[in-house]
């Protein structure tokens, strides 16, 4: 026998839950929050995407693609190495707080904080994340690096982890102490002092 055909879209309803755990974290996501904002009942919505962890674990996943996508794109069509870099620093500061429908902060650095010290699926997913991020900016900064934009003083891999880390907190400062045009003012002096 075959089962009725799914009258929804998943990629909306991943779209929905990714909000709702951007929004209020993991533990603090309910059954009911998600079915609020999916539209769907338990029984469509664990068919569909499993239980909660694994709703999640697909939700995150979604958020990080996206965010590497964007920065790729951005790392390729910069008109130099170092207005790339710019460029990503600034719609990252955009994705963690874009308007006023998307959650503030980031996820994957809700995530680093919430999850991955204690769930080994989430801190292989953030680590191979993280590592991939590094890569592509560490490559973006050589080559700045070469073509006379940067200094060589520093390592590529040693200025990436300070850009890394102070993008990370200055993330995490966006969900209640530091107003988007403060975070591009603060990005835009560390660039200063760091690059």
């Known amino acids: 026998m075959v089962g009725r055909p799914r009258e929804f879209d998943p990629e909306k309803v991943l779209d929905a839950a990714m909000h709702a755990f951007w929004t209020k974290g993991y533990e ?3 059954l009911t929050d998600l079915m609020s904002a999916t539209g769907l009942h338990k029984g469509s919505l664990y068919q569909a ?10 939700a995150l996943k979604r958020y990080l693609d ?3 996508r964007q920065k790729n794109g951005i790392l390729k069509n910069a ?29 994957a650095v809700n995530a680093l904080v919430e999850l991955a010290p ?16 590094r890569a592509s900016m560490e490559q973006a900064i050589s080559a700045a690096q070469e ?3 940067l200094s ?4 590529p891999e040693v200025t990436t982890s300070l850009m890394m880390t102070f993008l990370a907190g200055l993330a995490a400062s966006l969900k209640s102490s530091v107003t988007k045009d403060q975070a591009h003012q ?3 002096a560390q660039f200063e002092a760091l690059l």
């Not at 995407?49 to 697909?58: I, N, P, R, T, W």
């Open 118 to 133: 204690h769930d080994e699926e989430v801190e292989r997913i953030m680590e191979d994340h993280i590592n991939r991020m």
């Open 152 to 155: 060589k003083s520093r390592s």
């Open 147 to 149: 073509m006379g934009q």
């Open 79 to 107: 008109a130099t190495p170092l207005e790339g870099i710019h460029a990503v620093g600034h719609a990252m500061v955009e994705m963690a707080d874009g308007d006023s429908n998307c959650p503030k902060g980031c996820m």
């Open 186 to 188: 603060l990005l835009d």
């Open 49 to 58: 995407f499993g239980d909660k962890h694994e709703l999640f674990v697909q």
């Open 66 to 68: 996206d965010m590497r």
């Open 28 to 30: 603090a996501t309910s």
